[in-house]
């Protein structure tokens, strides 16, 4: 039986996370794992520090070697930091019929953006339509959608602002509810999706570790609201 494949593309960092934390993720749920690097950055541990992107040569090189080497059923792209890059990627997967779920994690903790403003323009562009999910924290969504989100008709409202971008569904992490919850807010088609759960640890990069599940349990062929439900219960269980 052949394993399913899925591809990350994302930058990495010395702490483990971005690229490494969707590898991980695909090993832990059974999916053989490519990984098309974009970026390296020294940010991630105590202190900020430097980004060096990949020339956009190398990354159309490295992603042609990837989908020559391997058919993936799945893809997971996170941070982009140039649009060169971003349209090199676009073009590249336009012939790739697998499912894509994108990270643009364009709002990061720190007070380094690793994604340059012309690079989220490009995302938004060339990679939002035709996406089988976008994984945005509450912040990202708001800055997509223009407007501050303070309770859940706000998120339904940004959710749908963000779809009519041209991705199929949209998934809004960890809203603020009232008590120890953290709803996480799914928009599939025209369909909402609460999933209503303890607020993921602090420490923990969620949307890196829960987008590269909900990108490894696509590739095994989960359905969308299944794949994010157990991607949930998935990062839960694994923090350190």
């Known amino acids: 039986m052949t394993v399913p494949s899925a591809l990350a593309v994302s930058a990495v960092d010395p702490a483990g996370g971005l690229l490494a934390t969707d590898l991980l993720a695909f090993g832990a749920l059974g999916i053989a794992g490519s990984g098309l690097v974009t970026a390296v950055t020294a940010d991630g541990l105590r202190l900020p520090g430097p980004i060096q992107e990949v020339p956009v040569?190398?990354?159309?090189?490295?992603?042609?070697?990837?989908?020559s080497a391997r058919r993936f059923?799945?893809?997971?792209?996170?941070?982009?930091?140039?649009a060169p890059a971003v349209r090199a990627i676009a073009r590249g997967l336009a012939?790739?019929?697998?499912p894509r779920v994108l990270h643009p994690g364009f709002a990061p903790q720190t007070e380094v953006r690793l994604v340059?403003?012309?690079?989220?323009?490009?995302?938004v562009r060339d990679l939002f339509p035709g996406a089988a999910l976008v994984v945005l924290g509450q912040?990202?969504?708001?800055?997509?959608?223009?407007?501050?989100?303070?309770?859940?008709?706000?998120?339904k409202a940004a959710a749908r602002r963000v779809q009519a971008l041209g991705?199929?569904?949209?998934?809004?992490?960890?809203?603020?509810?009232?008590g120890d919850h953290s709803p996480d807010d799914l928009l599939d088609g025209r369909t909402w999706h609460r999933f209503d759960s303890a607020p993921i640890p602090p420490s923990l990069d969620a949307g890196d570790r829960l987008s590269g599940a909900v990108?490894?349990?696509?590739?095994?062929?989960?359905?969308?609201?299944?794949a994010?439900?157990?991607?949930?219960?998935?990062?839960?269980?694994?923090v350190a």
């Not at 040569?57 to 989908?67: Q, T």
């Not at 012939?95 to 697998?98: D, E, I, Q, Y």
């Not at 912040?139 to 998120?155: C, H, M, N, Q, W």
């Not at 157990?230 to 269980?237: H, M, S």
């Open 57 to 67: 040569a190398l990354v159309r090189a490295g992603l042609d070697a990837a989908l």
């Open 167 to 178: 991705p199929a569904a949209v998934l809004v992490l960890g809203r603020a509810a009232p």
């Open 228 to 238: 994010v439900s157990r991607a949930l219960a998935f990062v839960r269980t694994t």
């Open 215 to 226: 990108t490894a349990l696509l590739a095994r062929g989960e359905t969308l609201p299944d």
């Open 139 to 155: 912040k990202e969504a708001s800055v997509l959608a223009g407007f501050p989100i303070r309770e859940e008709t706000d998120v």
């Open 73 to 82: 059923t799945a893809v997971k792209i996170g941070i982009v930091p140039s």
């Open 116 to 123: 340059r403003s012309a690079a989220l323009d490009a995302f």
């Open 95 to 98: 012939r790739v019929p697998a």
